[in-house]
């Protein structure tokens, strides 16, 4: 057979193989990891983010880095994925995730580089994600959803990097009302935090921000002349268009005489005002429209006193629905009594350049509002992004009932059993469980790095900490740079937000360690950031 070589790609296709290949990936994840490192933790630092419209944001939420981060390196992008991922579906603790994958690929790449082959290392990161998980299961603290205190201190502990940690007592007790609220006993909380809806009044401080025991809509009334406020209102909710109905072919109508004119005009008032009736013998005062109102009924009903909002978008509707306790109904002619809904009170306001709606006084809502109030446009959009993370927290922790101690106490205490545990493995799967502790222990290596403590001193000093199954929740607290009892300190996370750390960390370092080579289609972008 001869040496010739056969050619299968196209000419321009690039190839970067085995090694090089690995640590152009690794290199590109790795940099990401540190655009975000030192943001976390109650002493990170923030970033600037300047669009190409040079609309300039400050934040420290890793979330809300990544988002703005244009990023080429196909890797890099798929950590970013990771980090989206957990955002979705626990609402935190996205830096600490990119911070562990990044953690767990660079020391794989030394693994590497010392002559191991990646399949060992792969096998050990799964022996190592499975034993922590399993230790997660075993030592983490059971509470119930009346457990407040715990869900208080979750909420603290997940403000303490943001920019509202200054009011993180007023901010925990105000978001954990609202979960309680629209929380039931069925489960998926989480699903539901969309159900508090989050409004920014720029004006006053965020001290002044407040609960609403119903729901805002930005929606102005249909006409001027309706009324600015409606006591023990009456709601009906409707999809259907409040016109006269138009012909869908073209037609002619024949007048005679002006006579026919009139009869032919008053014909269009009686739909109206049949229209009208149903809504005056049920006792309406209120109508919530997703489809149009025409000036004309605006007027009627203006004149009778009903306040009307038109064009309702489905996620106001339903918010609406959920708060006041109303049916949604197509066809008026079957509108009834007990497709009402019921609110105390009805308020049109405006709140800086947008008209709002507001209901309050619903009976046991299951929608509710939270008005944020600040001095500038920043501060109330780094409150509002915190804040939702914080409420997602909340009803993720009523889910899933478990919680562990933060402040770099649970991957501390991974980081020591699962050493233990590399002892109980023979062959070169036992460097790759050892390099996945050494992995974990990232995280509290950056909360102490951040924080300007001695890095070497401080973990070391953890890691002696450390001695029993008792002292387990012994972890960093960087507000008083000591060292402690985490979990009496009231610095509490998700277990299930390690959880998904773990999982996703170690099969993202997994598959990115089986990729031995990477090709490049002709006119593709170049690898890099």
């Known amino acids: 057979m001869s040496n010739v070589p056969i050619i299968i790609l196209k000419e321009g296709t690039e190839e970067v193989r085995e090694k090089e290949a690995r640590k152009q990936n690794i290199t590109a994840m790795v940099a990401i990891a540190e655009t975000v490192r030192s943001t976390l933790g109650p002493k990170g630092m923030s ?23 244009d990023i080429e390196n196909i890797a890099a992008n798929m950590m970013v994925n990771v980090a989206k991922s957990i955002d979705e579906d626990i609402g935190d603790g996205t830096t600490s995730a990119v911070i562990f994958s990044a953690a767990l690929l660079n020391n794989a790449l030394e693994l590497v580089e010392q002559g191991i082959h990646p399949r ?53 007790d105000l978001a954990l009302k609202a979960i309680k609220q629209i929380a039931d006993e069925k489960g998926n909380n989480f699903a539901k935090v969309s159900n508090v809806k989050i409004v920014k009044a720029p004006g006053k401080s965020l001290k002044d921000t407040e609960l609403i025991n119903g729901v805002y809509t930005q929606k102005e009334k249909v006409n001027a002349m309706m009324p600015v406020s409606i006591k023990d ?20 109508v024949r007048i005679s005489s002006p006579s026919d004119i009139q009869k032919f005009l008053d014909q269009e008032d009686k739909i109206l005002l049949d ?25 009627y009903l203006a004149k009778e006193g009903i306040a009307a909002i038109k064009s309702v978008g489905e996620s106001d509707y339903k918010s609406i629905l ?43 809502p299951k ?5 944020i109030k600040g001095g500038l446009d920043k501060i109330l959009s780094t409150a509002e992004v915190s804040l939702n993370d914080v409420l997602s927290v909340i009803a993720k922790i009523i889910d899933t009932k478990t919680v562990v101690a933060g402040g770099g106490a649970i991957y501390i205490e991974l980081a020591k059993r699962i ?50 199954d008792d002292d387990k929740w012994v972890g960093i ?50 690898e890099g950031l």
């Open 47 to 69: 970033k600037m983010l300047v669009d190409s419209l040079g609309d300039v944001t400050i934040t420290n939420d890793g979330a809300e880095i990544l988002k703005n981060l």
């Open 120 to 172: 060992p290392i792969t096998h050990g990161y799964k022996l190592a994600a499975d034993k922590a998980l399993s230790i997660i299961k075993e030592i983490s603290i059971k509470i119930s959803s009346d457990d407040d205190e715990v869900l208080k201190n979750a909420a603290k502990t997940a403000m303490n990097s943001k920019d509202i940690a200054p009011l993180k007592d007023f901010f925990a």
């Open 233 to 252: 209102a009456r709601i009906a909710v409707i999809r259907r268009k409040l016109d006269v109905k138009k012909t869908e072919f073209d037609a002619q």
């Open 275 to 299: 229209y009208l009736k149903i809504f005056k013998d049920l006792g309406v005062n209120m109508v919530v429209n997703s489809s149009d109102i025409s000036d004309k009924f605006g007027a």
């Open 322 to 364: 959920k708060a006041v306790g109303a049916k949604l109904v197509d066809d008026l002619t079957s509108l009834s009594e007990d497709d009402l809904g019921f609110a105390e009170r009805i308020h049109f306001e405006k709140l800086g350049d947008d008209e709002y709606t507001l209901f309050t006084g619903c009976k046991n």
């Open 367 to 371: 929608s509710v509002s939270i008005l």
């Open 419 to 468: 050493r233990t545990y590399a002892n109980e493995i023979s062959g070169k799967e036992q460097l790759a469980v050892n390099a996945f502790a050494l992995a974990l222990e990232e995280i509290p290596k950056t909360l102490i790095k951040n924080a300007g403590l001695a890095e070497i001193e401080k973990l070391t000093e953890l890691r002696a900490a450390h001695k029993t």
């Open 477 to 526: 607290d960087t507000i008083t740079n000591t060292i402690g009892d985490n979990y009496k300190r009231g610095i509490v996370e998700p277990a299930e937000l390690i959880n998904h750390i773990i999982k996703s960390g170690s099969e993202l370092a997994n598959l990115i360690l089986r990729v031995d080579r990477i090709i490049s289609a002709k006119g593709s972008r170049p």
